[in-house]
């Protein structure tokens, strides 16, 4: 039932200068969900995940990638 998530990096960044590419995974529920997922916060260690509704099951994770430009 989550609509949201913060995530710690696994290591800091140099600011917030980078970008995610992020969406929720579901490979055990029959019918999933698909939302749009958007980064509403970014510090140089975590950022924060929403999404348009609650999920429907706890099967749910959020898949990402990080990059950083300078």
């Not at 997922?37 to 975590?46: C, H, R």
Request: negative net charge; proline residues 6%; glycine residues 6%.
């Amino acid at each position: 039932g989550a609509d949201s998530i913060t995530v710690s990096l696994p290591i800091a960044l140099a600011g917030v200068n980078y970008s995610i590419i992020a969406t929720l995974a579901n490979y055990t529920d029959g019918g999933p969900q698909f939302q749009p997922v958007t980064i509403t916060a970014k510090t140089a260690t975590s950022f924060t995940a929403s999404w348009n509704s609650p999920t429907d099951s706890t099967n749910y994770r959020l898949s990402f990638q990080v990059a950083e430009f300078q």
